[in-house]
C-alpha cells in the first residue's frame, strides 16, 4: 500500500469516526463528565442530590476536619442519603449502589452521616477536647475504623449478638465513644438491649436519640478521676 493510498484510507476511517459521534453520543459524553465520580449513581436526580451536598454548610464543616478524599465523597453520601428520607426509592436505589461500590465500611459512614450520629458525636468530642488537631485525628479514627467503633443494627440481627458484639468491640478497642444505633424496624431491638448495654458499658455515660424509626445510643467514656 502507498503512503497516498495510506493517509486516504486514515483520513476516511477518521472521518467516519466522526460522523458516528451524534449528537446524542456527545451528549451522552459530556454528561458523565459531567458526573464525574457521582456516574455509579446512574439515576439523573439523585446525582443532581447529592451534587448539591458539595455546597451545604454541613458538608463544607465536614471538610475542615476530614482530609481523605474518598471519606469526604461518602460523607456527601450521607447528605444526599439524609435529603431523600421521603423519597425511599431512590434512598434505597442509592443505598444500594453506595455498597456495591465501597462495601459494608463505605455504607456505614454514609448512614452515620445520614441519621445525624456523626454531628452528636462531634458534639461529645468538643465537651472534652480543646484543639482542633484532637477532634481531626477523633473524628478521623472512628471513620477510618468505623466498625470498631460502633454497631449498626440490621432487621435480622438478635439481642444476644448484639449484646456480644459490644462486649467484644469495647473490650478489645476500649472506643471513647461507642454508638448503637438501629434504624426502620430494627429501632426496636436496639431499644430491647438498652438495659444490657448500659451494664456492659458500666465505664461509660449513656444518651440515646430516639424516633418512631429511629434508635441511636451514645456511650462516652467517663473520665477518670485521676484527670
Not at 4 to 31: C, H, M, P, Q, R
Not at 61 to 85: C, H, I, P, S, W
Not at 134 to 160: C, M, P, W, Y
Not at 179 to 201: N, P, Q, R, S, T
Request: charge should be positive.
Amino acid at each position: 500500500m502507498s503512503s497516498d493510498n495510506f493517509t486516504s484510507d486514515a483520513f476516511e476511517g477518521a472521518a467516519k469516526g466522526a460522523l458516528d459521534w451524534t449528537a446524542e453520543k456527545i451528549s451522552s459524553l459530556v454528561k458523565k463528565f459531567r458526573e464525574g465520580k457521582l456516574a455509579f449513581i446512574k439515576e439523573h436526580k439523585t446525582i443532581e442530590i447529592a451534587r448539591e451536598q458539595y455546597h451545604s454548610g454541613e458538608a463544607k464543616f465536614y471538610e475542615n476536619y476530614v482530609k481523605d478524599k474518598e471519606t469526604l465523597f461518602l460523607l456527601r453520601m450521607g447528605l444526599a442519603l439524609r435529603k431523600l428520607e421521603n423519597d425511599a426509592e431512590r434512598r434505597d436505589n442509592l443505598r444500594e449502589k453506595i455498597f456495591r461500590k465501597f462495601k459494608v465500611q463505605g455504607l456505614h459512614i454514609a448512614e452515620f452521616v445520614e441519621n445525624g450520629m456523626l454531628n452528636r458525636y462531634i458534639g461529645l468530642l468538643l465537651e472534652n477536647i480543646d484543639s482542633v488537631e484532637d477532634i481531626e485525628k477523633n473524628i478521623q479514627e472512628i471513620l477510618r475504623d468505623i466498625d470498631k467503633h460502633a454497631i449498626f443494627v440490621g432487621t435480622g440481627d438478635v439481642r444476644s449478638n448484639i449484646l456480644k458484639s459490644a462486649t467484644i468491640k469495647v473490650g478489645s478497642h476500649s472506643p471513647s465513644i461507642f454508638v448503637v444505633a438501629g434504624m426502620g424496624f430494627a429501632a426496636k431491638v436496639v431499644g430491647d438491649c438498652i438495659k444490657e448495654l448500659i451494664v456492659i458499658m458500666k465505664d461509660y455515660e449513656f444518651e440515646k436519640v430516639s424516633s418512631p424509626n429511629r434508635e441511636i445510643l451514645f456511650f462516652r467514656r467517663k473520665l477518670s478521676k485521676m484527670q
